[in-house]
């Protein structure tokens, strides 16, 4: 009876011990070589007719806390649009160059290894800002998250590395598994903070090489803290002579999409290494377990007893493939769509979103202005003129309409008549119309072009 209740008080250490370790070490993340166990390949698949194949690849880093494992994901918003524009991984319909109509689904994944995938959707994103958060199906112990910290003034100069799969997006040859070790790691430096031309959204403009498949991935520092989530390459003409310049989109924009959403992240502004008394205890924790494991074994052997030679097999939750499709096996159709697209657009020609391309869909309005809560596209928040719901724009039997929602500087036709608040007015192809001041202009386009 003795022997019993001091194994039992020995199991209760080592799991105040274990537990405590685990509260306290929330990542293993410790230098930016570590950084890429928080990587993976963010993928969608093309369904068509029952048929599936690979169409469009990013990069991706976990960033939750979960004690089950990691179950979310940052990534740019150009890296799921395709995913989003049809459908969200509902069946929709396309036709084919020969007229005929197909049942098309496109999917969302992410890519722990070549051969192993988890289902995912995106829980939240921001189209002006180019963020995304995408959510798995289930949690998942293959990755580690890793801690996130706003860059300021003072790391300018200092050491960063943009990791991703850029072979991902120009050929399977390029990547042998998709695993941690076949990620890349280009190195620069900060070489400013910058704000984009007429918006809010923050950048940190780099001279490491972001290529096609970056997108989505993490740049970090030296302890593999991100510090912002490759975006693009930028031609820039200088005195002498035009070069390429590189730009992140500052984290801090992912960090307020999962406040926004309740998500535990790693602050890496409060992150340190495990401390000495932390390992100590956790040391003792193994002998514990040790000693414990050992009585128990030998208890075991005097009743008979067997131990298993094998540890019970578990589901992972990683849903599992052969191989990539070499070669697509669906008939050829057309670029996929939105159901629900009309097929029409507006954009923006100058302002807070200049060149920012917006569908006009069939089932619901646009809504301009200032309040994110209540509109879809939204503008930072000290836009000149703009309210916080401006003006509504929407398709209905094929015809584009708008109505100002009351605004305080109104909204304008060129070359300034002010629209009513109790009247719609039907746009053309070609038309366009500004929000308080001819500043904030956008036109009416087709899909593709004007």
């Not at 190195?187 to 780099?206: A, F, N």
Request: hydrophobic letters at 40%; a negative charge.
């Amino acid at each position: 009876m003795r022997k019993t209740r001091w194994i039992a008080l020995a199991l209760a250490l080592c799991m105040v011990l274990c537990l405590g370790a685990c509260a306290s070490a929330k990542s293993d993340i410790k230098t930016y070589s570590d950084a890429r166990n928080g990587v993976a390949v963010v993928a969608t698949a093309l369904e068509v007719e029952g048929q599936t194949e690979l169409y469009s690849y990013g990069s991706g880093f976990f960033v939750d806390t979960g004690d089950n494992g990691v179950q979310y994901l940052v990534t740019n918003y150009h890296v799921v649009s395709d995913y989003l524009d049809l459908g969200a991984g509902q069946l929709v319909q396309v036709e084919t160059d020969d007229g005929d109509v197909l049942n098309v689904r496109l999917h969302l994944r992410v890519y722990l290894d070549k051969d192993n995938y988890i289902d995912a959707q995106v829980l939240d994103s921001n189209s002006v800002s180019d963020v995304a958060i995408v959510k798995l199906e289930r949690p998942t112990d293959q990755r580690k998250p890793l801690a996130l910290r706003a860059p300021d003034d003072s790391m300018v100069g200092s050491k960063v590395y943009a990791i991703g799969y850029p072979g991902a997006a120009d050929s399977l040859a390029a990547v042998s598994q998709w695993g941690p070790n076949d990620s890349t790691f280009t190195t620069g430096s900060i070489s400013r903070l910058v704000t984009e031309d007429g918006t809010t959204t923050p950048y940190v403009q780099i001279d490491a090489v972001i290529s096609h498949g970056n997108s989505g991935g993490p740049l970090v520092d030296e302890k593999g803290t991100v510090l912002g989530i490759n975006v693009m390459g930028v031609t820039t003409t200088y005195s002498d002579g035009a070069r390429e310049v590189y730009y992140a989109l500052n984290v801090s924009e992912a960090i307020a999409l999962l406040k926004r959403n309740g998500i535990d992240y790693i602050d890496g502004t409060k992150t340190s290494g495990v401390s000495a008394g932390l390992i100590a205890a956790i040391a003792g924790g193994v002998a514990v377990v040790a000693v414990v494991i050992a009585a128990v074994a030998a208890a075991g052997k005097k009743k008979g007893g067997k131990a298993n030679s094998e540890p019970p097999k578990m589901d992972d939750g990683v849903k599992r493939e052969p191989s990539f499709p070499k070669t697509a096996e669906v008939p050829p159709v057309k670029p996929p769509v939105n159901p629900n697209d009309s097929g029409l657009r507006i954009q923006a020609t100058s302002g807070a979103l200049a060149g920012k391309r917006f569908m006009l869909r069939t089932d619901a309005q646009l809504i301009l202005g200032r309040d994110s809560s209540h509109c879809n596209v939204v503008f930072p928040i000290k836009t000149p003129g703009v309210s916080n719901q401006h003006c509504a724009v929407w398709v209905e039997k094929g015809k584009v309409y708008i109505r100002d929602l009351s605004s305080s500087h109104g909204t304008f036709l060129p070359p300034g008549m002010r629209l009513s608040t109790s009247q719609s007015t039907e746009l053309h192809v070609g038309d366009s119309f500004f929000l308080g001041s001819p500043t904030e202009t956008f036109v009416v386009t087709r899909k593709g072009g004007v």
